[in-house]
């Protein structure tokens, strides 16, 4: 059966429409991507490991920062203001020491679906209440710790703001802002060739034992990738609390240079991963 030329015509058009619509996109992909299949890590390590902990809870200070320290182990801490003023001497140490201090949010909005979000649930937060909230939480961090911050963690890990048609992620305003944004119970690592830096996945190592986050150590070196682990409380036991048996036997294990382990801080990393993955990384 002949078509009607009048839908050949219409036919062509659509088809046309779409091959101009994915050029400008793939372009654009190309230059924000930057992937680099010839990523290496640096000293011929084979992965990147960061630990990351939330909140400033105050066994952070108490407990978890000691045992990092005796180890030589750098982290990143997210920190909520009103649980950094409650140890404000002991956090000004972790940055001296060479910790890295990132922004957690003000109020740490969440859904309003958790009972304790109801005042700050995301569902009602506009982009310009997100934009002074981070503002105001990054220059309390510059006036107590002397630092600004530029590592961000999203609370709840979730990324958005507003219900239904209005409901807009917050993601570009992370990325007009920090070097990285991290998410949360996130299910595999970064590829540090491809991840984007405002949306760096968050693995859970609250409650793991050290059993359970070496195979994702072993499976992350495989592949190159760059594992970061999420926490909270540091301690021996309790709700939300990554254990201390587990974060020392990490410590130990990558800091054997037989594993070929760069274990580090998210901004030291990330500053290296950006460095890599621009024009002139390689040469």
């Known amino acids: 059966m002949k078509i009607p030329n009048h839908l050949t015509t219409f036919k062509n058009t659509i088809v046309l429409t779409m091959v101009v619509s994915i050029i400008p996109a793939q372009s654009y992909q ?22 990351t902990f939330d909140d400033a809870r105050l066994s952070q200070i108490d407990t978890g920062i000691p045992l990092l320290d005796k180890h030589g182990i750098k ?47 995301l569902e009602n937060y506009k982009i310009v209440d997100m934009d002074m909230e981070l503002d105001s939480a990054s220059n309390l961090i510059k006036k107590m710790l002397g630092i600004w911050p530029v590592s961000f963690a999203f609370p709840c890990g979730q990324t958005f703001i507003g219900r239904g048609e209005k409901t807009r992620s917050y993601v570009p305003v992370i990325a ?28 859970e190592l609250d409650g793991k034992s050290f059993t359970q ?26 709700i939300q609390t ?9 410590c130990k294990y990558a800091s054997d240079p037989a594993n070929g382990i760069w274990i580090d801080n998210v901004h ?16």
């Open 30 to 51: 190309a230059k924000t991507i930057q992937k680099r299949p010839d990523f290496q890590w640096p000293e011929g390590k084979k992965m990147g490991l960061s630990l």
């Open 75 to 121: 982290a990143t801490f997210y920190i909520s203001p009103d649980n950094m003023m409650q140890r404000l001497e002991g956090w000004k140490k972790a940055v001296a020491d060479g910790h890295d201090i990132g922004n957690h949010s003000l109020h740490h909005p969440c859904s309003g679906n958790f009972a304790w979000s109801k005042n700050y649930a």
């Open 176 to 203: 007009a802002k920090f070097e990285t944004g991290r998410g949360w119970l996130s299910e595999g690592p970064n590829d540090p060739s491809f991840c984007d830096m405002s949306q760096l996945t968050g693995m």
């Open 213 to 238: 986050v070496l195979s994702l150590i072993e499976d992350a070196k495989s592949k190159g990738s760059w594992l970061i682990f999420a926490g909270h409380e540091m301690n021996d036991r309790g």
């Open 242 to 250: 990554s254990l201390l048996k587990t974060i020392e036997e990490i």
């Open 268 to 283: 030291n990393i990330a500053a290296y991963v950006i460095e890599k993955r621009s024009p002139a990384g390689n040469h």
